[in-house]
């Protein structure tokens, strides 16, 4: 615990030093959320056969803000970068596991744009009219539960993603391909309700719903309890899968760097 504490101030310390680059991500982030709310405003506005109502698209969007701001990861590409260049190699001494710091760094970075989120929101909420859902504590205790597993299981994936340079020279090009994958099928470019049948079917097998659009289904109360829990135990499984291949591609990544020379 002392060492995750004090992992977390040297990162908040961190962060703070770079704030001004940390507003500027929380508008490029808003961004998005915000172009897609007032295009589908106006779809739905003008067309009654709209999948959401405008209501629940102001709802998913606003919240999108938030947990689309915690359930991210920008480690793959400095921890391949420092693989490149030979810099992990003091994590393999330190008595403290790698990935607490790394955990540290994403938590304290996360917690300052939420800071600068927070205000953002609240003037976008008087605008577009926001509305709190209805949902029950137990669906809300769900929405918690799912929301922290979404972000771990993000978390594990991009980690895993900036392992790849072991073996891969430049490993941008995966990382650039399931960013796109991701785009589409977590639903942080645009609901899974609104998707074709064929996507929303094929997201309900892949990790990326499962990083994101979860807790914005039930933030919609779109869920049957049969579907909530089938949606926790896939999202358990893939924390684990995430977890086991974080294990091995560290575990053999070491190996061969070290046989390397580094």
């Known amino acids: ?5 004090a992992y977390f101030r040297v990162s908040l310390t961190d962060a703070l030093e770079y704030r001004g680059d940390i507003i500027l991500y929380v508008l490029s982030g808003v961004a998005l959320p915000v172009t897609s709310l007032l295009l589908w405003n106006a779809v739905s506005f003008s067309e009654s056969s709209s999948p959401l109502s405008p209501p629940e698209l102001v709802r998913y969007y606003i919240f999108l803000l938030f947990v689309g701001t915690w359930v991210s990861s920008w480690t793959s590409y400095f921890l391949s970068r420092d693989i490149r260049l030979g810099k992990i190699s003091p994590w393999l001494v330190k008595p403290a596991p790698f990935l607490l710091y790394q955990a540290s760094n994403n938590i304290s970075e996360k917690m300052l744009k939420t800071v600068y989120l927070t205000p953002i929101a609240f003037l976008l909420s008087f605008i577009f009219k926001f509305t709190w859902p209805s ?7 769900l929405f918690g539960l799912t929301f922290i597993l ?4 993000f978390f594990l994936i991009d980690i895993c993603l900036g392992l790849l340079a072991f073996w891969l020279d430049d490993s941008s090009a995966v990382r650039e391909f399931y960013s796109i994958l991701n785009l589409i099928f977590s639903g942080r470019l ?4 609104t998707l074709p049948l064929i996507i929303q ?3 309900f097998f892949l990790p990326f719903r499962y990083t994101l659009s979860l807790p914005l ?14 949606g926790l135990i896939i999202q358990i499984i893939f ?9 091995f591609l560290w575990s053999r990544g070491v190996r061969k760097y070290s046989a390397s020379g580094h």
Request: with cysteine; aromatic share 8%.
């Open 201 to 203: 079917n094929i997201s």
């Open 135 to 141: 949902l029950s504590p137990s669906k809300w205790l």
């Open 1 to 5: 615990m002392k060492k995750a504490l």
């Open 217 to 230: 289904e039930i933030i919609l109360d779109k869920l049957s309890s049969m579907q909530l829990i089938q």
């Open 150 to 153: 979404a972000a771990v299981i």
């Open 239 to 247: 924390l684990i899968i995430s977890f086991c291949l974080y294990k």
């Open 190 to 193: 645009l609901p899974l309700y």
